[in-house]
């Protein structure tokens, strides 16, 4: 059960695009279509952004897109706002009832 | 409107134990897993266990294996995590979180509550 691997920090200006990793192994992010990304803002509840690698739900701006090729998973984010500074941690079925998380990225709006 | 809210945070001594609730509505809460996620004081995301809709299938996390147990009233729509055994490292803030999928595992999580904190220290 060893956490994803993320950058810990990528940053943007306002309008550009940045992309986040996520590395596993094939027993999590490699094995499943099942890979996950959550927003965090400070003292706040994680937001889920995308889901099953590339899905988003209802009510997540189309500027957040994910992706994934062999172990790695990767979330860009088009068009950077400010309220899109935060912290983003990505997360990956492992097999049963259980998932692991990434350490998590800081992005920052320059 | 899905709604989920945790209670039963608090400080406890190491060697101690704590019960969590989760309360929920909005949702038919027995056709969904349920996990709990804590987070450290400044650090990421953990997974600490899992719940199946049914409660007949649980897991955990190594960290808490042993320690920890989860489990769910459907007739209340409320989760549950006995936490044992109580160390410093447990210190966080502990998330419950639902299950994107009705009939499957926790494969991702759509509806988080506020969280509640533990304090472990003597």
């Known amino acids: 059960q060893s956490a994803l691997t993320q950058p810990r920090s990528v940053s943007g200006s306002p309008g550009q695009s940045v992309t986040i990793s996520c590395t596993g192994t094939?027993?999590?992010?490699?094995?499943?279509?099942?890979v996950s990304w959550y927003q965090q803002h400070p003292g706040k509840a994680p937001k889920l952004m995308i889901y099953d690698v590339t899905r988003r739900p209802s009510g997540v701006p189309d500027r957040f897109s994910g992706s994934k090729s062999g172990n790695t998973a990767s979330l860009t984010i088009s068009g950077l706002q400010a309220e899109d500074e935060a912290d983003y941690y990505c997360?990956?079925?492992?097999?049963?009832?259980?998932?692991?998380f990434g350490g998590g990225t800081k992005l920052t709006v320059l | 409107e899905v709604q989920l809210g945790e209670s039963g945070g608090g400080l406890v001594q190491p060697g101690g134990s704590l019960r969590l609730s989760c309360a929920t509505s909005g949702f038919t809460f027995s056709s969904y897993a349920m996990t709990w996620v804590r987070q450290a004081p400044g650090k990421g995301l953990e997974w600490v266990s899992g719940?199946?809709?049914?409660?007949?299938?649980?897991y955990y996390a190594d960290s808490v294996k042993g320690r920890f147990i989860i489990s769910r009233d459907n007739s209340r729509n409320t989760l549950y995590l006995q936490m044992n055994s109580l160390r410093a490292e447990d210190t966080a803030v502990y998330y419950c979180a639902k299950g994107g999928r009705a009939a499957a595992g926790p494969i991702y999580f759509d509806s988080w509550g506020q969280g509640t904190l533990v304090t472990v220290s003597s």
């Open positions: 997360c990956s079925y492992a097999g049963g009832y259980s998932v692991v």
């Open positions: 094939s027993s999590d992010v490699g094995g499943y279509n099942y």
């Open positions: 719940i199946s809709g049914s409660g007949g299938s649980t």
